[in-house]
């Protein structure tokens, strides 16, 4: 999670690792207990659950247009041209995914804060128009529902929770402000109080109830009115950085009463983010499945007894999300952790992290997928030579077997869709046709 060079450094941040344990921001160092020291526990007996197809995602990334739509189609002036253009491209990409064997398409619908679908609540999206607010001429969700369902691909509606930009330059404070006339109007100008700078980004303030409350009704919209599968939230939850942190120390003054620090009170509103969106999901419709996919370590054994043997950077302690105990509590129907790195990377092997993880929900009734890094593949790298071994073919074979070889793994996601179609990833996907086609 890179043709965009800000999103590429995003990503490097979420999913690096390095040679020590992070430093958060906030949360302190924890002394490492006797148990840390001890050897991994074995994996419990799985539950008992239902037979299911094994998930066979790709993410799809609208946000900076990574995936879809094509740029060319921004560029051009007629609406309808336009339009068609967007729904050919789109009916090309799931044409692929059906040969390919995929069966699960997480199709990004909010990538920040406007939105892939007629929405009550966020104005459409620029990434469909160029302009925050104009209307595309079609239901892009509504389109990609009808056309993966066609072809017996599920579609998961995936939400960036708190981004509102990928930026803050002044031609985005101009756009955004442009939406005041409109209805909707963008929640930067409806809720100006509510906005925080954080990683070099507009985001919404996580500890602020009403936020949390608008953002369950943006999903709950979504549910209502469509067909989906699924809704699941990606990784940016406290997303900030060392040279742009999220200042919410005023509302850590009002809100944060009774908490020991301001990091326990940060994972204690993730966790009601978490707690109230499951809920409303499944009081509106109890078979559509609610899932969050977050960076792959929890946290590091140096750091917790319970966290995986690894060195890098933690979920718990950098973005302020405790997954592991939103899998304990009942909270998910799946969690899809991004295992980024391969057999070979010591600071966060695949493979540890894999069964780590299928340790965690091995006695509940979370779903496991796992997010790997087609990203990745074809790509030379002095930390990670053997993704470029062979075509990469070597190391995505090591880490589908492994997932096929442990019960509690339902499932496997691509990040992401656009490396499907890239020249250095051609011999990989050779080899998932082969695999995955029927």
């Not at 078979?287 to 996919?293: A, I």
């Not at 043997?309 to 304990?328: I, M």
């Not at 391969?342 to 540890?352: L, M």
């Amino acid at each position: 999670m890179k043709r965009n060079g800000l999103l590429a450094a995003a990503a490097f941040l979420l999913t690096s690792c390095t040679s020590e344990p992070p430093h958060s921001l906030i949360t302190p160092f924890s002394a490492v207990t006797a148990e840390a020291n001890s050897k991994p526990k074995a994996l419990p007996e799985p539950l008992v659950r239902e037979k299911q197809p094994q998930v066979r995602g790709v993410w799809l990334a609208t946000v900076s247009r990574l995936d879809w739509p094509p740029v060319s189609s921004i560029n051009t002036s007629n609406p309808v041209l336009r339009a068609t253009q967007q729904k050919l491209a789109l009916r090309e990409k799931l044409d692929k995914l059906q040969r390919l064997g995929i069966n699960t398409l997480f199709f990004q619908v909010k990538p920040d804060g406007t939105a892939l679908w007629q929405s009550n609540i966020l104005p459409s999206s620029d990434m469909l128009t160029g302009r925050i607010g104009e209307y595309p001429g079609y239901d892009p969700l509504q389109f990609v529902l009808n056309e993966a369902h066609k072809r017996g691909i599920k579609v998961h509606a995936w939400f960036n929770p708190y981004r509102v930009s990928v930026n803050t330059n002044a031609a985005t404070v101009a756009a955004l402000d442009r939406t005041r006339s409109q209805h909707p109007a963008s929640v930067f100008v409806l809720h100006r109080d509510w906005i925080r700078v954080a990683s070099n980004r507009f985001v919404l303030d996580p500890g602020i109830p009403q936020v949390r409350d608008w953002i369950t009704s943006i999903v709950a919209e979504v549910v209502k009115h469509y067909p989906i599968d699924g809704v699941q939230f990606d990784d940016y939850f406290y997303s900030e950085s060392s040279d742009s942190a999220l200042n919410d120390s005023q509302t850590y003054k009002a809100f944060g009463q009774g908490f020991n620090s301001k990091a326990d009170w940060r994972r204690h509103n993730t966790e009601l983010l978490i707690e109230q969106v499951s809920r409303t999901i499944h009081q509106l419709k109890p078979h559509v499945e609610f899932g969050v996919s977050p960076v792959g370590v929890w946290r590091n054994l140096s750091h917790d007894a319970a966290g995986s043997d690894t060195r890098g950077a933690a979920a718990y302690d950098e973005s302020y999300a405790d997954t592991r105990r939103w899998v304990q509590q009942g909270l998910l129907d799946y969690i899809a952790p991004q295992l980024y790195w391969p057999f070979s990377r010591s600071a966060a092997r695949y493979d540890v992290l894999a069964k780590w993880w299928a340790n965690v929900v091995a006695t509940t009734n979370t779903q496991l997928y796992i997010g790997i890094a087609l990203y990745k593949v074809g790509e030379p790298s002095s930390k990670e030579p053997d993704w470029a071994l062979e075509g990469g073919v070597p190391e995505l074979k090591k880490q589908l077997d492994l997932n096929e070889s442990l019960p509690q793994i339902q499932g496997t996601i691509l990040f992401r869709e656009d490396f499907l179609n890239q020249p250095q990833t051609r011999e990989a996907v050779d080899y998932l046709y082969s695999r995955w086609s029927d």
